[in-house]
């Protein structure tokens, strides 16, 4: 199956999903040197985010979670893309000074977590791979 979306940052990439129903914050809930998501109230605690397809409905918080993305790349422990609902400006900003794919506009209602999904965000599409 193949969801279309829109780009935000190019790149390709594919992994299994990491999918949250909850928005995101990266300041203060994802740990930068670690990966680990511990925002206390998030659907997905407990859980690293290195090397996962990242799928959030949209992000939340303050404008430094942009840098913590950033942060998380610099560490080795961002994810491989992320995929959300609805971009906005935090998110897009970190996704774009860290160099890491993303995609918005993609119904996350159709993604599980654990599938496997190639993300070809030129084309603004996500691909279920299984």
Do not use: C, H, W
Not at 29 to 56: H, M, Y
Not at 78 to 86: L, R, S, Y
């Amino acid at each position: 199956m193949k969801l279309k979306g829109r780009r935000i940052v190019g790149g390709n990439a594919e992994g299994r999903v990491l999918l949250s129903r909850k928005p995101l914050s990266f300041l203060g809930g994802v740990d930068p040197e670690t990966g680990i998501v511990i925002d206390a109230e998030s659907d997905i605690r407990g859980e690293s985010i290195k090397d996962r397809i990242l799928v959030f409905p949209r992000g939340k918080g303050s404008t430094v979670g942009s840098y913590v993305i950033y942060q998380l790349k610099k560490n080795g422990v961002a994810p491989k893309a992320i995929i959300v609902g609805e971009a906005e400006t935090i998110v897009a900003t970190g996704a774009i000074i860290a160099g890491i794919p993303m995609v918005d506009k993609i119904d996350i209602s159709k993604l599980k977590n654990g599938q496997r999904v190639r993300v070809r965000a030129d084309e603004g599409e996500v691909i279920i791979v299984e």
